[in-house]
């Protein structure tokens, strides 16, 4: 089965000159689906992770499936003002924009071992802003781990010193 044929590039979206990334189709698929749970599990566990972490939205489509089949908790990231305890907020610049991410901040423990996860590895924006999370309380990142990664963006550079895993690059 070739995952790629599970996922549509939409030219201009959200704005003129960005060719989007779309994997509901692959979503819409279970044996694909499962094929891409399966595998970034099996990519995840040799770093031996205690917790799997992704933000919204899209790195929840991955996130919770994974740290399911890992038997692992998911901590979820999210935009400013979803989260309603205590939390620990990173801003980060995008392809297409600037946002703030946030956590609770009593879901990362100090011995914590996060997998940071999420579809697709672009400029690295979004995962360089949940590794410094992990890294403000003082856990560790065991990967970041991605569904695809744009190569030509050049977003491994910004996770530089970390274990960088994909199942595919573009």
Do not use: W
């Not at 919204?56 to 399911?68: H, T, W, Y």
């Amino acid at each position: 089965m070739n995952l790629e044929d599970y996922i549509l590039g939409v030219p201009d979206f959200p704005k003129e000159g960005v060719l989007f990334y779309d994997i509901t189709p692959l979503m819409a698929n279970p044996e694909a689906y499962k094929m891409v749970i399966e595998k970034l599990a099996q990519m995840i566990a040799q770093y031996r992770p205690t917790k799997i972490m992704a933000a919204e939205s899209r790195g929840f489509f991955f996130g919770p499936a994974v740290a399911l089949k890992l038997h692992l908790p998911f901590i979820p990231i999210r935009k400013k003002g979803k989260l309603p305890r205590e939390t620990i907020d990173v801003s980060y610049e995008l392809e297409y924009g600037t946002d703030t991410l946030c956590v609770h901040k009593q879901d990362i423990g100090k011995d914590d071992n996060l997998v940071v996860l999420d579809d697709i590895l672009a400029t690295g924006g979004t995962a360089e802003a949940m590794c410094k999370m992990v890294e403000l309380s003082g856990a560790k990142v065991a990967c970041c781990a991605f569904f695809m990664e744009l190569g030509f963006l050049k977003g491994r550079n910004k996770l530089a010193g970390r274990n960088v895993v994909s199942m595919f690059v573009k």
